[in-house]
């Protein structure tokens, strides 16, 4: 007879075998979320299902490993998990940014398992990621959680919830911190509210016994629960979405811009639940590529450098730029291109939305249209001084302090040529 300890690791080997086949490379390893005999509302449908646990996707040894790590929760609402292309999909792009990804398989309603379980799985994940930083070679400071449908809610609760007490501390692990540095959330179920929220979900969350319980479902509706200390979020939501209403998504971003929480949030037109990356709609598809944008703006993928004061005057064939735009280009790709705007032939930018110090290339567009009138001065795009010029533009970026305690840019001027 196989017992309980046996029968979980049995389960542990079966699951990275499958995740390596399907996904076409080396078996992943998986890792419980807590000791033996010390996993908090423990059933013995546990030793079955393996859950509570991690499945790794380490960057250590990868040339790109830049640091940053990321949770993934994936969906099914609270009823089974989405574990392909709500987790080894999204694992996958995200080590193809130089990002060790964690996907979370945590325990579900249809399995006996209801809120706080949930919470205090989460929680434990990135304690457990956080916790390991040394031996995953992490920033502590640099660990988002990642949710889709129902593990949108379950992520966004770890946003919100991180300083509630899921569960009693059982090691040095739960020492750290649970809050996670950054939120992405999609197409997430956010309200427990009935008029709004995915039925499913609520009633696999709650329990039967609890799904009419108002208070607790208010309780549970993250949209009630952002404070300034939310982390930064991204949100991408379709709004053909008929399972998830976009209510969930527009309600969380509207309570953290109320509460001044940074965040950018996406809503396509077209696109039904549930869909993953997807990578294959031209349109879409393209969502991954602005979180990728929004993660380097808020230095996800690098820590955050010292930024400079910049200013200067811009020409373009001897006229003062009416209207363009300047784009500083950092050598290190992990970090964000900074472009500011040129009006009336001048730039300037603070050092709290200046550039990255450091070498830097610049690119150009603009137009003096405005103060020429000559139909041939249209908007133009410039690597480089003039088109026949090869060499690129770069420059050297640096903080030259605070006379008066105010930030003053090194003045820097440019003369373009369109012809």
Not at 182 to 211: Q, W
Not at 230 to 249: K, Y
Request: contains cysteine; negative net charge; hydrophobic residues 35%.
């Amino acid at each position: 007879m196989v017992g309980k300890t046996e029968s979980m690791k049995l389960f542990v080997i079966v699951w990275s075998l499958v995740l390596g086949i399907s996904g076409g490379v080396l078996a992943q390893q998986s890792q419980p979320l807590w000791p033996e005999g010390k996993v908090p509302y423990e059933k013995p449908i546990d030793a079955e299902t393996g859950s509570p646990l991690l499945t790794l996707y380490p960057t250590k040894s990868h040339s790109n490993h830049n640091g940053a790590a990321v949770v993934i929760c994936p969906g099914g609402g609270y009823g089974g998990l989405a574990v392909d292309h709500e987790g080894n999909q999204p694992a996958r792009w995200f080590q193809e940014q130089g990002v060790s990804a964690f996907v979370l398989q945590y325990r579900l309603g249809s399995q006996g398992h209801h809120y706080p379980t949930q919470l205090a799985d989460v929680q434990r994940a990135i304690r457990w990621v956080r916790s390991h930083a040394k031996d995953y070679d992490l920033d502590p400071g640099r660990i988002a959680v990642m949710g889709f449908s129902a593990g949108g809610h379950l992520a966004s609760m770890a946003a919100t919830l991180y300083d509630e007490m899921a569960y009693d501390s059982s090691d040095s692990v739960d020492g750290v911190s649970a809050r996670p540095d950054f939120a992405i959330l999609c197409y997430p179920v956010i309200s427990m509210d009935a008029e709004v929220t995915h039925g499913g979900s609520r009633k696999n969350l709650l329990g039967a016994d609890r799904v009419d319980d108002d208070v607790l479902a208010e309780k549970l509706s993250s949209e009630k629960n952002v404070t300034s200390e939310t982390p930064r979020t991204f949100i991408f939501q379709t709004n053909a979405d008929t399972s998830v209403r976009a209510e969930n998504a527009v309600g969380f971003y509207l309570a953290l811009r109320q509460k001044e929480v940074p965040a950018e949030m996406h809503i396509y037109q077209e696109g039904p639940h549930g869909v993953g990356l997807y990578r294959g709609d031209p349109v879409l598809g393209t969502w991954s590529g602005l979180l990728q944008h929004w993660l380097r703006t808020n230095f996800f993928f690098a820590p955050e450098p010292m930024r400079a004061a910049v200013k200067g005057e811009v020409t373009l064939d001897g006229n003062p730029v009416s209207w363009g735009v300047l784009s500083f280009y950092p050598d290190d790709s992990n970090l964000p291109v900074t472009s500011v705007r040129i009006r009336r032939g001048k730039y300037s930018a603070n050092e709290a939305q200046g550039p990255v110090v450091g070498n830097a290339r610049i690119s150009f567009e603009g137009s003096i249209w405005e103060a020429t009138g000559d139909a041939n001065d249209q908007a133009v795009k410039l690597q480089s001084l003039t088109p026949s010029d090869e060499n690129p533009i770069e420059v050297t970026i640096e903080s030259v302090g605070k006379p008066g305690g105010k930030p003053v840019g090194k003045p820097m001027n440019f003369e373009f040529r369109s012809r």
